[in-house]
């Protein structure tokens, strides 16, 4: 779920101020693009595997061992892309991005399983409207979020180790607890990575690095959108009979 360490950048001259405009308008504009073709990659992957309910490519896989592959490889990709950015060329790290939204799909098809369309367009629409606000805030604000960074982070740490817990517990009200303080840390993600993303533009950067960047920052959004997105869709989401 979370992103390692970001890689260091070298930071260059700064461009005027009409130059930065422009190109951190494009540059904002690719990491968006990037995000909503992953998302859409994921729904399309995720919509084709439950095709048939029970009879679904989805079902047969978590009857066999590799339903492990489909549940840990996206995790393993994840690792790969943030830890091993720097040795990876911009056309390598967006196959990569592609290859992990498809596997994205895999894993979260059983959404369409459990859930019925309508309540997971319904949650669709919310998640996006609510990212949508957050990043556009993140984006504009002149305040300094970094502030929040460490409480941001401590939030989804504590839903890692807490959602670990409850699969052995299986609490109905601690998972109802994790989905909302979920709910409040990846809206508050949604913002601060928003402005850490823009912040990390710069406008005299290679071909290679502001490639680099655009994938990191479309990964980061990305999950940010998916997990705001499965929180709702456990607190909000109309279960199939």
């Not at 405009?21 to 909503?36: H, P, Q, T």
Request: hydrophobic share 55%; with cysteine.
């Amino acid at each position: 779920m979370a992103l390692g360490s970001q890689p260091r950048w070298t930071v260059q001259p700064a461009a005027a101020p009409a130059d930065v405009d422009v190109g951190l308008r494009n540059y904002m504009l690719r990491i968006y693009n990037y995000m909503a073709s992953g998302l859409a990659l994921t729904g399309i992957v995720a919509y084709a595997a439950a095709a048939g309910g029970r009879d679904s490519f989805i079902a047969h896989i978590y009857t066999t061992p590799l339903m492990w592959l489909v549940i840990l490889a996206p995790l393993g990709l994840v690792m790969w892309l943030s830890y091993g950015i720097n040795r990876l060329s911009a056309q390598a790290a967006q196959a990569i991005f592609w290859v992990y939204a498809g596997l994205m799909g895999l894993s979260l098809s059983t959404v369409f399983l459990v859930y019925t369309g309508a309540s997971i367009a319904r949650v669709f629409f919310i998640t996006a409207g609510t990212f949508a606000a957050m990043s556009l805030y993140g984006y504009s604000t002149r305040r300094d979020l970094s502030q929040f960074g460490s409480f941001l982070f401590m939030g989804l740490i504590g839903i890692i180790i807490a959602s670990l817990v409850n699969i052995f517990i299986a609490s109905s009200a601690l998972q109802f607890a994790i989905c909302v303080i979920g709910v409040l840390v990846f809206t508050g993600l949604t913002a601060w990575d928003t402005q850490a993303i823009k912040e990390m533009y710069v406008a005299y950067d290679d071909g290679q690095i502001a490639g680099k960047k655009a994938v990191m920052g479309a990964l980061r959004l990305y999950l940010d959108f998916v997990n705001l997105f499965m929180m709702l869709i456990q607190l909000l989401g109309v279960r199939r009979d």
